[in-house]
């Protein structure tokens, strides 16, 4: 079965640390890595992205890291902020994300302290 | 924020009850989701739509239909709650071909079943 196995299930991190968050995958022909942000009482919302065509892409403080020969991607947060406190969701998908349904990993609940 | 609605937001039922929850989107997006959140297992797919009267199954679909009349509504229907079936439901849309495939979340129905 298809899997994204995901990576620590909580993490606690001190104001202006960096926060690490890991994914795995299983399936070579996923070709789109999203993370989606989630706020308690809200819906997911997507964060960055990346596909497998570069290996790093950075939004401000949130920079994904991608290795293909090793099936891995990771989320990090530099300088965290207590308002970075949420669950974060790595997924994954083919046919570049247009087409193919998102699996999702387990999720990842930050809690950054002030 | 996307234009999607949920509803109810919070049912408590009785198990052998029937319960319908209804994702009502305005951006007249050809994909529609519906997915469970539970702790310790993400999210996962329940069903999916691609199109009025189209729809197909996803990781967990057992115990659940859906139906799509129209463009903007997709119905989830549990014919007959049981416990296991406690979770938080969110829907989800997707514009067709979107080149960046992301999904765009409701904000959560949580059913509870007694």
């Known amino acids: 079965q298809q899997q994204v196995k995901q990576s620590p299930q909580s993490l606690i991190v001190q104001k202006g640390g960096i926060s690490i968050i890991n994914c795995a995958y299983e399936n070579t022909a996923f070709d789109y890595f999203p993370w989606y942000q989630q706020f308690p009482g809200k819906g997911p919302a997507l964060l960055i992205a990346?596909?497998?065509?570069?290996s790093e892409k950075k939004e401000g403080r949130f920079t994904i890291s991608f290795n293909k020969s090793a099936k891995q991607f990771s989320l990090h947060i530099m300088d965290s902020q207590p308002g970075d406190s949420a669950t974060y969701f790595c997924a994954a998908s083919s046919g570049g994300g247009s087409q193919g349904n998102l699996i999702f990993g387990k999720g990842t609940k930050l809690s950054v302290k002030p | 924020d996307a234009g999607i609605t949920q509803s109810p937001r919070h049912k408590v039922t009785e198990t052998g009850t029937p319960v319908t929850l209804r994702c009502h989107q305005t951006?007249?997006?050809?994909?529609m989701y519906w997915y469970r959140q539970d702790p310790g297992h993400g999210l996962r797919l329940i069903h999916y739509s691609y199109g009025v009267k189209d729809t197909d199954k996803g990781e967990v679909s057992d115990g659940y239909s859906v139906s799509r009349s129209k463009t903007e509504d997709f119905l989830l229907t549990l014919e007959s709650a049981t416990s296991s079936q406690t979770s938080v439901y969110f829907c989800a849309i997707r514009e067709r071909g979107g080149l960046t495939g992301e999904l765009f979340f409701g904000e959560g129905s949580r059913l509870t079943v007694l």
């Open positions: 951006e007249n997006h050809r994909y």
């Open positions: 990346i596909r497998p065509d570069v």
